[in-house]
Nanobody, 118 residues
């Protein structure tokens, strides 16, 4: 059974930090690129960050570049999103995604809420 379980969300003040984790199971983690998406109320889901299966290449949305860092631990089947200097506009539900494009396979987690507010 494929599972992506996100954790680490919560309420944080502007300028604060959070670290999201996504634990994967039920598939071969090292075959998949991993991504973090987010969706704010009334807005479309947007890609925040991605990392290749080996972890060798990362990409970021312009709005988070320099503040967020995606990483993965293939020994633990886990992907992380370190979020620093958080802003109110970062408030959203954050989703973990596993993607194997050549096979058209996509898995999604259930999401974790991040709220940035004073």
């Amino acid at each position: 059974q494929v599972q992506l379980v996100e954790s680490g969300g919560g309420l944080v003040q502007p300028g604060g930090s959070l670290r999201l984790s996504c634990a994967a199971s039920g598939f071969t983690f090292t075959y998949f690129g991993m991504r973090w998406y987010r969706q704010a109320p009334g807005k479309a889901r947007e890609l925040v960050a991605s990392i290749t299966s080996s972890g060798g290449t990362t990409n970021y949305a312009g709005s988070v570049k320099g503040r967020f860092t995606i990483s993965r631990d293939n020994a633990k089947n886990t992907v992380y999103l370190q979020m620093n200097s958080l802003k109110p506009e970062d408030t959203a539900v954050y989703y973990c995604n596993a993607e194997r494009g050549s096979y058209g396979i996509n898995y999604w987690g259930q999401g974790t809420q991040v709220t940035v507010s004073s």
